[in-house]
């Protein structure tokens, strides 16, 4: 099925649930952030996991947002974009021993783990991709296999948009999120879903920027 066919099977299901008056969800917004840092200045790593231009893609005008929010309350962010580095998936080859060097010099290795390993809070940002994660995001969180202990006890948010706004959309989304947080002994203090985001001017008229910045400025 090519996209322009994926999208009108998308907005036909769309319709059929919008006719029948049932699932609609207007704003998925699970916010949780309350002044966590409690006054501490936090270091933040932002992962971007669209294709999308900066100025085009939804799930970054979510993270853009986010990030003006946590600046304005005095936190330190560092953002890396998968679709933009080179980056290579795990092998499952092991020679890691989950606490090691990847035999991948790559930019995960060198540019985000070292920010990763030092950071507070891991912010994954994600288009809502056949139900899941972008292949871009998800070849970064396998590679946190060399470091998982390590990585254990940070504290983590979730920002996606997806095309949809069946009241499903995310729920394959958050159950494996919530999942890998249990994993990983993460803290879960915040989830944005933007359903009905599937272009830059729907996300950009919705309440899911504010949620994403309001959660930024409140931690
Ligand atoms: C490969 C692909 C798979 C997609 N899968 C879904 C999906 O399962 N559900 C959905 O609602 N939208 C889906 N979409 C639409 C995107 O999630 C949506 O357009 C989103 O706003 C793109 O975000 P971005 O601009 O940050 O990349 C898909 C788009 C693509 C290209």
Same mark, same amino acid.
């Given at each position: 099925m090519d996209r322009r066919n994926f999208l009108k099977v998308l907005c036909a299901g769309t319709m059929t649930l919008f006719l029948s008056g049932c699932?609609? !969800? !207007?704003v998925e917004d699970k916010a949780v952030a309350k002044n966590i840092s409690e006054g501490d200045k936090m270091k933040i790593v932002v992962i971007n996991g669209s294709p999308h231009a900066d100025s085009e893609s939804t799930s970054k005008y979510l993270s853009q947002r986010f990030t003006e929010g946590a600046k304005s309350a005095g936190h330190e962010v560092f953002t890396f974009d998968a679709a933009k580095e080179d980056i290579n998936p795990c092998q499952g080859c092991d020679a890691c021993g989950m606490d090691g060097d990847c035999i991948f010099n790559d930019a995960i290795a060198n540019k985000l783990m070292p920010k990763m390993l030092e950071a507070d809070l891991l912010v994954l940002v994600t288009p809502l991709y056949y139900f899941g994660f972008s292949a871009q995001l998800k070849t970064v969180i396998d590679r946190f296999y060399s470091r998982t202990g390590k990585l254990h006890g940070k504290k983590s948010i979730i920002l996606a948009t997806a095309w949809n706004t069946a009241d499903w959309t995310f729920t394959a989304l958050k159950n494996h999120y919530e999942t890998l947080v249990r994993y990983m002994e993460w803290q879960d203090v915040g989830q944005v879903y933007g359903t009905g985001c599937g272009y830059r001017s729907a996300v950009e008229k919705s309440a899911f920027g504010d949620a994403a910045y309001k959660i930024g400025a409140a931690l």
């Open positions: 699932g609609l !969800a !207007a």
